[in-house]
């Protein structure tokens, strides 16, 4: 992925220079992917999912949670669609009254590495399970997923109309 963002972003700054656009524009493209390309790459490279005999610890660029391993009765493994198509794969480690303790995104891990880290917790796991939205997979886990998870559309949406709120307010004043 981050290849494939690095060269995207070279023919997109690649586009600005031999196109019709003002070549300002290519430093600050340039600029922008940069940045999310060094933030994916440090990403990748510092996440974790440590597992000792006390506690499991998680690890991400601007994440780390410890709880305790023994709090962690039992475990949800599930692919969950994204709007995109995409499949994002997370594992839920769960307390005694269902509630997450902590929430793994595990899709840039191998298989064999999840099956290891499920095997070496010991407890009952459910999946893995496939589900086409959040809004199906809160419906045989509740509350697992946040409420903007299962309602991708509400917040692009609301955005929309504040712009469009804002545009019609600056053409009214312009208009007066």
């Not at 969950?80 to 594992?91: K, R």
């Amino acid at each position: 992925m981050l290849t494939a963002a690095a060269v995207s972003g070279v023919g997109i700054v690649a586009a600005i220079l031999v196109g019709d656009a003002p070549t300002v524009f290519a430093p600050i493209v340039g600029g922008v992917w940069a940045v999310l390309i060094a933030l994916g790459t440090v990403a990748f490279l510092t996440s974790s999912v440590t597992l000792t005999p006390h506690e499991v610890v998680v690890r991400g660029l601007f994440i780390r949670q410890r709880r305790s391993r023994s709090g962690v009765v039992r475990v949800v493994r599930a692919t969950i669609h994204l709007p995109n198509g995409v499949g994002s794969e997370s594992l839920f480690l769960l307390d005694a009254h269902g509630q997450s303790l902590i929430r793994v995104n595990v899709g840039g891990y191998k298989r064999e590495d999840v099956d290891r880290l499920v095997e070496a917790l010991g407890v009952p796991c459910d999946g893995p399970n496939y589900f086409a939205s959040a809004k199906e997979f809160d419906k045989t886990y509740p509350g697992l997923v946040s409420r903007v998870e299962r309602h991708p559309y509400r917040i692009p949406l609301a955005i929309a109309g504040f712009v469009a709120i804002a545009v019609v307010i600056v053409l009214l004043a312009t208009a007066s």
